[in-house]
Nanobody
Framework: QVQLLESGGGLVQAGGSLRLSCAAS????????LGWFRQAPGKEREFVAG????????DYADSVKGRFTISRDNAKNTVYLQMNSLKPEDTAVYYC?????????????????WGQGTQVTVSS
């Protein structure tokens, strides 16, 4: 059973930075994709960034490209989301998700495992 545990959320002013972590456990992730999604109140869950565990290829939503960076630490089985130049519209609950695959996907329906989420609030 895959378990994902997010941390690092919080309250930050616009223009600030946060780094989210997702600690993964339960199996070997060499053939997995890890993704970050977010959901704001009243909105659907949306893709933020994704990374393939074995090759490290990445994908970003247009809204965060150039501001957010996804990375992984194989030794720690941890995926990070470095968020810079944060905007009030980045406010949401951020979720880490995992699924088997080699090519990143933006469709949340294709992810089998989800963390509990961590709140990110950006004040103006």
């Amino acid at each position: 059973q895959v378990q994902l545990l997010e941390s690092g959320g919080g309250l930050v002013q616009a223009g600030g930075s946060l780094r989210l972590s997702c600690a993964a456990s339960g199996r070997t992730f060499s053939s997995y994709l890890l993704g970050w999604f977010r959901q704001a109140p009243g909105k659907e869950r949306e893709f933020v960034a994704g990374i393939s565990w074995i090759g490290g290829s990445t994908d970003y939503a247009d809204s965060v490209k150039g501001r957010f960076t996804i990375s992984r630490d194989n030794a720690k089985n941890t995926v990070y989301l470095q968020m810079n130049s944060l905007k009030p519209e980045d406010t949401a609950v951020y979720y880490c998700a995992a699924t088997r695959g080699l090519v990143t996907t933006r469709d949340p329906r294709l992810y089998n495992y989800w963390g509990q989420g961590t709140q990110v609030t950006v004040s103006s």
